[in-house]
């Protein structure tokens, strides 16, 4: 009998959710809406019935060992969705209660960088690592850092949150209700704004002009880049510029050994990869120069996020001390 | 017989060191030059002579059961001091190698600020708490960052350089060859310049209006500030105000219980600790808002370095596996 993990990724649209096992190997996939149920307990009955019917489907003779759960604003030590600003749920929700309600199997949850950070650790290109930070570049930044092999939780459960340190307290407002936040800047909404300001302030011709706002997406900006235009061009640069000051800082704080870059603007390749390395290099400390690896993520494919949060099952049962996981 | 640690501070202008008990008693202490000794190695026999000669002075029965150091760019990995801006010496010095030669102990270095952690985790306002932040505010700006119980040193021994995180890349001029490091500000020497730069913007009156930059102690910014003196006040206003919008960040990376200053700038009390607070506060995301208590040291007396030194050794013996402590 195959030992599996279930790892569930909550987005904003959809929760992902998949069946693993210790190597990594992703055995099925499927998913559910998240937000268009009028009652939140008929969210965790569609999820459930979700993985039940997945699993019956796989006709895999397996065991269970545990649900991983990669969610915004995601509370370790609580096993909450707190406040999430990307999704419809008001308040505190307690995921791993709720879901123990309806499956009682041991069941954990973390944010979800820190859950693509874990990922990293066991599958991709952090094998081997004890210090290193995960940098999520979706709609928002996220960030894990792993300190001494392990995932800093901080006091409360929510270390990590480097898209929200200010990158200039004038600046563009954020949705956490402040202004001028590293992830106003440096994400795949950032990058779009970034776009429209450098439309806005110069003459410059773009095949850009022709897009709207809504319309506009990071893989745009690339192919656009890739094409030589010059707005998406500058708008690269000066994301990583934003970017890698930033990424000197955290290094200046937590001294890692690799920064990994993860999610939509990652895909970008030399655009993003070579502003940022060159601004955090000119930013940082002389005993960090050029020591600090700044990589692709290894978990490039859109099953990252489930196998990130089903490796921090096998993670959590790998300790043998004060687990956080709920028996 | 009684177990002792000697505890090392090495400073700029003197080397401190004492010998301690497990309870954090200091029971004596003494000095030597740091940087007079035209070779380094005649400043490790003195220091050597100097500890043995406190130690006959006590005429204790005792047994030593190890040294810990606290240096400026100490590398607990390495136990070397590299490339320290306020000392003389030369490149890297294996300080621990060295010391070992004249003294076969225990020997086990790292940077003051994290000695200073380690000491307010033993014997100060942090006993119990597993996460928080050690700030030390002199002549320039050392953080400590203790996670999980454990002070993070990150990939190379040189995490938690809080005070060379970037306010502003076009600031003031650092001694570590950049520009706008948050220590040119929060700091002795910051608010010296900031009393500086207010004196030369405005024309509003102060007592310091008659003192040289030379001269000049941030002893004697708080005791205008206790006066009233206008300029006084708002350079302790325009410091906390850069502290705390970069406490928010280290906050929101690290999520840590408390942070706590010390050093000679914390000694200004609520001049320092009420603008400090409240644009840490003002800057902070909200899921970390009036969670993280900012407390002055309860290590505030002058042998608070040697205490915080001599209590790495206790901490390094504690530590079941991977002791870097030299044998």
């Known amino acids: 009998m195959k030992d599996l993990a279930i790892g569930i990724d909550i987005g904003g649209t959809n929760t992902q959710f998949g069946a693993v096992d210790r190597g990594g190997n992703i055995i099925a996939t499927d998913k559910v809406a998240t937000q268009t149920h009028a009652d939140i307990q008929l969210y965790f009955k569609d999820l459930y019935e979700g993985i039940s019917n997945l699993l019956k489907e796989t006709g895999l003779e397996c065991k269970i060992i545990g649900v991983g759960v990669g969610a915004p604003n995601g509370n370790y030590y609580e096993g909450t969705v707190e406040d999430a600003p990307n999704l419809r749920w008001k308040g505190i929700i307690n995921f791993v209660d709720e879901f123990k309600k309806l499956w009682n199997v041991p069941t954990v949850l973390t944010n979800d960088a820190n859950a693509a950070a874990i990922g990293e650790m066991m599958y991709g290109g952090a094998k081997g690592m004890k210090n290193f930070i995960e940098v999520t570049l979706g709609t928002g930044l996220g960030s894990g850092f792993v300190v001494n092999g392990e995932v800093m939780y901080g006091n409360d459960g929510f270390a990590g949150e480097l898209g929200h340190t200010i990158v200039n307290p004038y600046g563009r407002q954020c949705g956490c209700g402040r202004k001028g936040c590293l992830e106003t800047y440096a994400s795949a909404t950032g990058i779009k704004r970034t776009v429209y300001k450098f439309l806005a302030d110069n003459l410059k011709p773009s095949e850009l002009r022709g897009v709207s706002f809504d319309n506009l997406s990071a893989k745009m900006i690339t192919e656009a880049a890739e094409r030589g235009d010059q707005i998406a061009m500058d708008s690269f640069e000066y994301t990583g510029k934003v970017l890698g000051q930033k990424l000197a800082d955290a290094v200046a704080v937590t001294s890692p050994e690799a920064i990994f870059l993860f999610g939509g603007l990652a895909h970008s390749g030399d655009f993003i990869f070579k502003p940022t390395h060159k601004y955090m290099e000119e930013n940082m400390l ?16 859109k099953n990252a996020a489930v196998l990130g949060a089903s490796a921090l099952v096998w993670k959590e049962l790998d300790k043998i001390s004060e687990t956080k996981i709920k028996f």
């Open 286 to 301: 002389s005993i960090y120069r050029n020591k600090v690896k700044l990589l692709p993520s290894e978990l490039q494919n």
